[in-house]
């Protein structure tokens, strides 16, 4: 639940806000006057503040001051009923996140808290670059035990304690804006602010307004001076996401600031300097677009100090059963959802999947399972359809049909046959099963000395608990056994240290 506070002395505002912001997610405090407001702000803990530049007592310039000093990340909104006057630019020079006018245009005011809460939560939750994460306050994460994977943790941890600028590549989906996070908060400027600008996002012609701000009348609609989010982020790290979208004047600017850190407003004449860390990140071919005349080579290099290259999912398939468990914790916090697991059939069809929306369009199939699922164990049939129908690779080659084509539309056998008369209970192997013992054999001769079938027991044993987050009622329906037998597994195999059970 995120937390809003309100410093204001007019109190008939104060009810407008708490009917306005009336939510389950947004928990309000007020208070009428800047000294309150201060003793409030260490009780109450919020992640945004809305503040009255002028108040009886203590006015709101020096309460923003006082709040910069305790807590440099805390966004906070100035508001004033007198527009464009310099109290208002002087409190973005101090870095207020952002400042409105009274009377309130209300879609713009939900529309500033709401960017303002996504901001706060983007500096405040923390990235873990491990490879799994169980801690229950983590709300994000850059998940995985691949090779890959681990490359990209490496890279983190040795780029985060520096101020090298970094460029941050792969296919949408791919996690790029965690990276930047991650890094972000791994450094020595963890306690400065961080802003996310997508590039792709702000129209041509404002983005050079939104980056580096405006002088009055410097174009149409330019009624006051704007500070931008450059001169906001003094000491701290901007992200520039989809930096290949930028237009070739704005990149001009990017390239001066990253060259001497000075740049000057839109319209204005006066040089300004600012101490900034830049991250960006896109999805394009930055090689060919230089080529191509569409971005600045020299740019292209002075952002290209150090590159992480993040693999789509596709190519670390070994992650998607992490990767959807860590999604499921994150749904079962919430209490209309409840804890679910993934059946072996269905994590089957995650796993066919070649997911060319990346782990975002996992993370949105898990979340389409979870409410489409009737029971506590998510289904094939709750997945989306195009999980169960295979995925296409960016070539258009149906990967995961040629990987693991479904026996409905091939007629192909099941995995496991019927069992065998006079057997009840034993399965048939079939070629599959089959060719997979033909290779733990192979591998059983190749090392004499390893207790193979204890091994693979273990394994199975594993992957069912973690495919169902612990609970050992359904891990032990998946095994075929009872829950007496995989307790007894459990201590054998010495899993309860590696495994979070429910």
Same mark, same amino acid.
Request: net charge neutral.
């Given at each position: =639940?995120?937390?809003? %506070?309100? !410093? ?9 806000? &708490? ?17 309150? $407001?201060?003793r ?22 020096e309460?923003?001051?006082r709040?910069? =000093? ?21 409190? =973005?020079?101090?870095g ?11 879609? &713009? ?30 709300? %994000? ?28 590549t ?31 996002? !702000? ?12 002088e009055? $009348? ?18 701290? *790290?901007?992200?520039l ?6 237009p ?13 850190? *000075? ?14 860390r830049?991250?960006?990140?896109t ?26 290259t ?41 796993q ?19 409410? =489409?699922?009737?029971?506590? *164990? ?48 034993v399965?048939?192997?079939?070629? *599959?099963v089959?060719?997979?013992?033909q290779?733990l ?16 027991e273990?394994?199975?044993?594993? &992957? ?14 998946? %095994? ?23």
């Amino acid at each position: =639940m995120d937390r809003l %506070l309100l !410093i204001d002395d007019e109190t008939d505002l104060h009810y407008s806000f &708490q009917r306005l912001f009336a939510s389950d997610d947004l928990e309000i405090a007020t208070a009428t006057s800047g000294e309150e $407001g201060l003793r409030l702000l260490k009780r109450f803990k919020p992640d945004l503040v809305l503040l009255d530049i002028r108040l009886g007592g203590m006015n709101g310039l020096e309460v923003l001051r006082r709040i910069r =000093m305790t807590d440099a990340r805390l966004p906070v909104i100035l508001m004033t009923a007198y527009g464009g006057t310099q109290t208002a630019i002087e409190a =973005m020079k101090l870095g207020a996140y952002d400042y409105l006018l009274k009377p309130f245009d209300v879609p &713009q005011l939900r529309e500033v808290v709401a960017r303002a809460l996504r901001a706060s939560r983007a500096m405040r939750q923390r990235v873990a670059v491990e490879p799994e994460v169980d801690a229950e306050d983590v709300e %994000l994460g850059l998940v995985g035990r691949s090779q890959a994977m681990q490359s990209v943790f490496k890279l983190v941890g040795q780029v985060a304690v520096s101020d090298a600028t970094v460029l941050i590549t792969g296919e949408s989906g791919t996690g790029k804006e965690l990276v930047a996070r991650a890094i972000y908060q791994h450094s020595l400027r963890a306690n400065q602010p961080f802003m996310a600008i997508n590039c792709a996002a !702000i129209p041509e012609n404002l983005l050079e307004s939104e980056l580096f701000g405006h002088e009055k $009348g410097a174009f149409t609609g330019a009624t006051a001076q704007r500070i931008g989010r450059f001169e906001q982020c003094h000491r701290g *790290t901007i992200f520039l996401d989809e930096i290949g979208d930028m237009p070739l004047a704005t990149q001009t600017k990017i390239l001066r600031v990253l060259q001497s850190g *000075t740049f000057q407003r839109v319209g204005g004449g006066e040089t300004l300097q600012v101490d900034v860390r830049v991250l960006a990140a896109t999805n394009q071919d930055l090689e060919r677009a230089v080529a191509e005349r569409r971005f600045r080579e020299d740019l292209y290099y002075r952002l290209n100090v150090v590159r992480i290259t993040l693999p789509p999912l596709r190519e670390r398939p070994e992650d998607i059963p992490l990767l959807a468990g860590f999604f499921l914790r994150q749904q079962a916090r919430d209490p209309r959802h409840g804890a679910k697991s993934l059946s072996a059939e269905a994590l089957e069809a995650l796993q066919q999947y070649a997911w060319p929306g990346n782990v975002r369009e996992l993370e949105n199939a898990i979340r389409h399972a979870v409410v =489409m699922a009737r029971g506590d *164990t998510i289904l094939p049939e709750d997945l989306p359809r195009e999980v169960l129908k295979g995925g296409k690779t960016p070539g258009g080659r149906d990967e995961a049909a040629k990987a693991a084509p479904a026996a409905a539309d091939t007629g192909a056998k099941p995995a496991v046959a019927e069992a065998e008369p006079g057997r009840p209970g034993v399965a048939k192997p079939d070629e *599959t099963v089959a060719e997979l013992g033909q290779r733990l054999f192979a591998w059983a001769r190749a090392h004499p000395d390893l207790p193979v079938l204890p091994a693979v027991e273990r394994e199975l044993v594993r &992957q069912a608990l973690l495919a169902t987050r612990g609970n050992q009622v359904q891990a032990a329906r998946l %095994l075929g056994i009872t829950r007496a037998t995989l307790r007894k597994r459990i201590e054998r195999f010495g899993l309860r240290s590696e495994i979070r059970f429910e």
